[in-house]
């Protein structure tokens, strides 16, 4: 297996490269493979490498194509879940030395501290838009594995492991190689925290200078990297990493390449919601930057904003709810939420972000609820109008009608639930003043469990039965 793993047919190298996951999934792993290590880890950090052909691929990749729209086609479907390169040497300093005899530390931040960290998203870390990108490969296969490898071995495999990544990660690397040990140290950040932990003051600062690297595919794997680590970074003086961080994140989030963008903008909102209330002080700086990629960003990435807007949100809930926090945030929403048309799916991620924000606002929502509230009600009408038309229309005739979308529906009555317990009593006369209530009464009949579960959701919640119980 370990030499099909180094085959030249990256068929066979890939299938081979699954048994390691899957010896990894077995009671004997441990016993198994260790005396292989020494051999097993320097092909896995080989394999992570991005191929000849690829890179090939990646030296095309235009430094700035912010300008460029997005195809449909490369943007993975979104449904709703319920609310409640070439060679190049890089700028940066030194790789840090590591010292692998260091397996222990005092550090009281350990592996239970991360257990419920960041999924890896390796088909995210180098997600470009040519659909052989995108698919499953040996660089992913190799990363996966080690990544199962260190929840089994833990410090017991760094031994091995550091000096083969302090070697990649050397200046005098080529991007690919250097890309592939920061890459390696992302995938190890779980499996083996408790031991990393004494090597991170070193190796933090060090990720710090790359993402300033002159190559943006290191730029990309740094910011994903430092994400796998923000709970560690959090846990420490803010102004030793979290400050030099987010405000290094920041500046790439407004970055005039997509995968960057991406990378950045994930990277955060992986750091937001580890900080909490920490990111309080620094509202203003990130609200400017959000609200400044929101004008900026294509389809795919703004989709990833429109999440880091609402886990923004829920962070720092009513810490929001200041005029000159709202006076940045939601004029930009508005006019988008303007310009969208009631059909348009690009409104689906849209209703769910203000979902968040009008429950973190309160009372701050109230100048934005009466236009909202009432497209709410009519996107929830027409769903139904739709699909009792649908539901009558004759079988021969069903066949050449496009199924109504739910979806809208769905987070239209999730919004105005985030509305109800962000507002209280100030929602009232807009429910009075409506038909919401013999909506919701057909919304209860719907046989679909996603339309049931938001209903029961909004007219279960406290606030809601209290203020408009005389409707229902």
């Given amino acids: 297996m370990l030499s099909s793993t180094q085959d030249p047919d990256e068929e066979v190298a890939l299938e081979a490269c699954e048994f390691w996951s899957s010896l990894a999934e077995t009671p004997f792993c441990k016993q198994a493979l260790t ?74 931040t350990t592996e239970a501290d991360m257990d419920d960290d960041d999924s890896m998203g390796f088909d995210d870390d180098d997600d470009d838009d040519d659909e052989e990108q995108t698919q499953w490969n040996l660089r992913k296969g190799c990363a996966a594995g080690l990544d199962v490898l260190s929840s089994v071995f833990g410090g017991d495999m760094l031994g091995v492991l550091l000096p083969l990544i302090q070697e990649r990660i050397r200046d005098t690397q080529p991007w690919y190689v250097r890309e592939s040990g920061i890459l390696a140290i992302g995938a190890i950040a779980e499996g083996c925290i408790d031991s990393l932990v004494v090597h991170l003051p070193h190796l933090i600062p060090y990720f710090l200078t790359l993402l300033n690297d002159s190559k943006l595919f290191v730029r990309s794997i740094t910011c994903w990297t430092l994400g796998r680590y923000s709970r560690w970074i959090v846990y420490q003086p803010l102004e030793l990493y979290f400050e030099p961080m987010l405000k290094l994140l920041l500046t790439h989030i407004l970055a005039r390449n997509k995968k960057v963008q991406k990378a950045a903008i994930s990277a955060f909102a992986t ?24 004008g900026k960003y294509q389809a795919k990435n703004l989709l990833i904003l429109y999440d880091a807007l609402g886990s923004l949100a829920d962070c720092v809930g009513d810490q929001l709810n200041r005029p000159d926090l709202i006076a940045i945030l939601m004029p930009p929403i508005i006019n988008k939420w303007n310009a969208l048309a009631d059909n348009d799916r690009n409104l689906l991620p849209l209703l769910e972000c203000l979902t968040a924000i009008a429950l973190a606002l309160g009372p701050g929502f109230l100048p934005f609820a009466q236009p909202v509230f009432v497209r709410c009600v009519r996107l929830i009408e027409s769903t139904l ?7 009558n229309a004759p079988p021969q005739e069903q066949g050449n009608m496009e199924h109504p979308d739910k979806e809208f529906m769905v987070c239209a009555i999730d919004l105005i639930a985030g509305m109800t317990e962000g507002l209280g009593a100030s929602i009232e006369s807009l429910v009075g003043q409506s038909n919401l209530a013999r909506l919701l009464g057909e919304c209860m009949k719907e046989r679909g469990p996603d339309v049931r579960q938001s209903t029961f959701a909004l007219v279960g919640g406290q606030g809601f039965y209290h203020l408009h119980s005389q409707y229902l």
Wanted: cysteine-free; charged content about 25%.
């Fill in 385 to 391: 109008v739709a699909l009792n038309t649908y539901k």
């Fill in 35 to 108: 005396e292989f290590l020494p051999q097993l880890l320097p092909i896995l950090l080989k394999g992570m490498e991005y191929s000849p052909a690829d890179r090939k691929l990646l030296e095309d990749e235009e430094e700035e194509d912010e300008m460029q729209p997005d195809q449909e086609k490369d943007i993975k479907p979104r449904f709703h879940t319920g609310k409640i390169m070439g060679d190049g040497n890089s700028n940066s300093a030194p790789a840090p030395i590591l010292d692998t005899t260091a397996t222990t530390s005092n550090n009281n």
């Fill in 271 to 294: 750091l937001e919601d580890e900080a909490g209330h920490e990111i309080i002080p620094y509202l203003v700086y990130v609200l400017n930057t959000l609200m400044a990629a929101y």
